[in-house]
């Protein structure tokens, strides 16, 4: 089977990376792809954007599965373009992907499904959400772009001031866009984050393995948001008996709450969840694997990933068994020094096979191939993944093999998974 997977970064490395252990997997392809990439798999210079050219690469490359991992060409309709060709895809189609593509979408089905999440109201002006937060006078306040923004759409405001700002920037000056169209304005929850990604065909649920995302660029949670600095699986508090309560009340519920809607979802759906003293809540949605989160969960996937997104694709997940390992998986992301805000790039990137050669996955998010050396090319340049038996092995393995990587400016945190209590 000839597969085409769609994007260029660390997810897309990882998932490249499994795919090719499968035995029905002859050749892969992946538009645009990066460094990392290029050694498992022929990269295309094709934009994710670029439907039109990658509809024709793969009807000419006679492609079996395109997979197309990214938010923006899922919410943009990138599939129903594949599917209108009649070529086999992997992803929500574009009525889907609206739940994450929208927030104002999201949130509306969670009341309207009883599925639990913040308080929150939609505004399409900025009037009224400033009335509005002015009335409710609880701070913090958390302010919502509705449309994708490169993660950067969610503010978490102390005061009134820059609540107000953050309404202004986002709806005035549109900072993000046509994202800002609308703002959700929610209450602010408290509690430690879960991320889990499930692959559902719109009649089957099958959650994977559970992580936790860090994504602040410094240790104990300091510094700007980032798009993750690095993630753990499993999560220390995702009991069994929490699964029990998210499946019931969350995962299944909102499955079927987007077949009512007429909007069956089928893909990787991706809950970010937080445990509050009230319940587990939803923070958000995503129509798509995790970033980071996807680099120590597909580690621990023993079953083939090409049979599970044919089974999606067929809606015939019920008859597959997915099996997962139970030891743990830590990543680190080595960025450049000054992302997410400015950094240099185009530095040689040493070690990594070193690194390899004693255990580690190394997954390049931001890197380019040039002259026989691997050079940074990003913020997030690259996800350096241990297993381990458990959580504590597999963190003293990841900063042993993060040891033996060097670039010029590379900055890293030290305390991936380290934090017991979340
Ligand atoms: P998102 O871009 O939706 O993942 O949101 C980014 C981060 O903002 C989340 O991972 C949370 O840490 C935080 N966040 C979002 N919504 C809330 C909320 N209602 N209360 C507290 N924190 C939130
Ligand atoms: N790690 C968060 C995301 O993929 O959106």
Redesign the pocket.
């Known amino acids: 089977m000839k597969v085409l997977v769609i994007g260029s970064g660390g997810r897309e490395h990882t998932i490249v990376w499994k795919l090719n252990q499968s035995k029905r997997v002859t050749k892969i392809y992946c538009a645009p792809g990066n460094g990392g990439i290029a050694q498992l798999a022929e990269c295309v210079p094709i934009k994710v954007m670029e439907f039109d050219k990658l509809v024709d690469f793969a009807k000419e490359n006679k492609i079996d599965m395109v997979v197309v991992a990214p938010d923006d060409p899922l919410a943009a309709g990138a599939v129903d373009a594949f599917e209108a060709e009649g070529i086999r895809a992997f992803g929500p189609n574009k009525a889907a992907a609206i739940i994450e593509g929208s927030k104002a979408f999201s949130k509306n089905l969670m009341k309207k499904y009883n599925i639990p999440t913040?308080d929150y109201e939609v505004f399409d002006n900025s009037a009224d959400a400033v009335a509005y937060i002015e009335r409710q006078n609880k701070f913090p306040i958390?302010i919502?772009a509705d449309g994708l923004a490169l993660?950067k759409?969610?503010i978490?405001a102390e005061n009134f001031a820059d609540a107000k700002k953050a309404v202004s920037d986002i709806m005035d000056d549109k900072v993000f866009g046509a994202a800002g169209g609308k703002v959700v304005i929610?209450?602010?929850?408290?509690g430690p984050?879960i991320s889990v990604l499930a692959f559902t065909d719109g009649k089957t649920l099958k959650p994977m393995v559970s992580a936790q995302d860090h994504?602040r660029a410094l240790d104990n949670d300091k510094g700007l948001?980032t798009g993750g600095m690095g993630t753990f699986s499993p999560s220390r508090i995702y009991t069994p008996e929490l699964e029990d309560e998210c499946m019931k009340n969350i995962f299944i519920p909102t499955m079927e709450a987007m077949n009512a809607e007429g909007r069956t979802f089928k893909g990787v759906l991706y809950f970010?969840l937080?445990k509050t003293a009230d319940g587990v809540k939803v923070?958000?949605y995503n129509c798509r694997f995790g970033d980071p989160e996807t680099q120590v969960v597909l580690p621990r996937l023993e079953s083939d990933l090409y049979d599970i997104f044919d089974a999606v694709i067929d809606e015939r997940l019920s008859d597959i068994e997915i099996k997962w390992n139970n030891g743990a998986a830590v990543c680190v992301v080595l960025a450049s020094g000054g992302y997410p805000q400015k950094y240099k790039t185009g530095y040689e990137i040493d070690g990594i096979c070193k690194a390899e050669s004693m255990g580690a996955l190394v997954f390049h998010a931001g890197t380019k191939y040039e002259n026989g050396k691997i050079l940074t090319a990003g913020g997030r340049v690259l996800g350096v993944t241990a297993l381990g038996t458990d959580l504590d092995t597999a963190i003293k393995n990841a900063y042993d093999y993060v040891k033996l990587i060097n670039f010029t400016d590379m900055h890293y945190r030290k305390d991936i998974g380290i934090k017991k209590n979340i």
């Open positions: 913040a958390v919502k993660g759409g969610v978490i929610e209450e602010f929850l408290t984050e994504k948001n970010g937080m923070i958000e």
